[in-house]
């Protein structure tokens, strides 16, 4: 497995790009370079348009397969189709890495979806989810490959960012879990809704 990102070239002119996205990024980018560093690997980086670039590295490696997470905008379905279009014979395998359950795979028995909260929780709870597997003891790669550059936030888009933004990557995320778990999940019931004082976990941003 070759582990690579592409800076998108495409996003920088789209109004969604703003410095505190570009910033937690950033931050998740080298968290996730240096998970894999850990293990003898190391993230490989490419500019440009994603699907020239990612089929062009396929064809550098010889990949048998390409694998992305899925998503699911209207931005992302269109380069998801742009990629599988470059990478001509290579099978393109997608993940629904960003959610527990993917959009529209929960609905009422005739297929529609639903308008009472309770009764999608209760469908949503007999899915059936994936297995959360430990990560790799070691990961080797090429190694004549060329690495490239990981985006700074500036890279991405520049500007200031909020004040109080919280770090990207999962070795943050995991530390703010846990201290949520040790001291805030307890009231959480009472408090996830009072505007006054700090009572969410805020992972959802992470």
């Known amino acids: ?3 690579l990102f ?3 070239s495409a996003i920088g002119r789209l109004r969604f ?3 505190n996205r570009a910033k937690f990024l950033a931050d998740s980018l080298k968290d996730l370079d240096r ?3 850990h293990r003898g690997g190391k993230l490989i980086v490419r500019s440009g348009d994603v699907a020239k670039e990612g089929a062009e590295f396929a064809a550098e490696v010889n990949a048998a397969e390409v694998h992305l997470s899925a998503d699911y905008s209207r931005y992302a379905v269109d380069r ?3 990629i599988r279009k470059a990478v001509g014979r290579r099978e393109l395998i997608t993940h629904h890495g960003h959610v527990a359950v993917p959009p529209g795979d929960v609905t009422t028995g005739d297929g529609k979806s639903f308008s009472v909260f309770s009764a999608y929780h209760r ?3 007999d899915r059936d989810l994936r297995a959360s597997l430990p990560p790799p003891a070691k990961i080797a790669i090429p190694t004549k490959l060329k690495t490239g550059t990981l985006p700074n936030a500036s890279d991405i888009c520049a500007g200031d960012t909020s004040p109080d933004l919280i770090e990207g990557g999962e070795r943050a ?3 703010r879990a846990k201290l949520w778990y040790d001291r805030g999940v307890a009231e959480y019931d009472d408090g996830h809704d009072a505007l006054d004082h700090d009572g969410t976990s805020r992972l959802s941003r992470s």
Do not use: I, Y
């Open 1 to 3: 497995v070759v582990p």
């Open 6 to 8: 592409v800076v998108d």
């Open 17 to 19: 790009n703003r410095p």
């Open 35 to 37: 998970e894999l560093r």
């Open 80 to 82: 998801e189709q742009r």
């Open 123 to 125: 469908r949503w709870l």
């Open 173 to 175: 995320a995991r530390s």
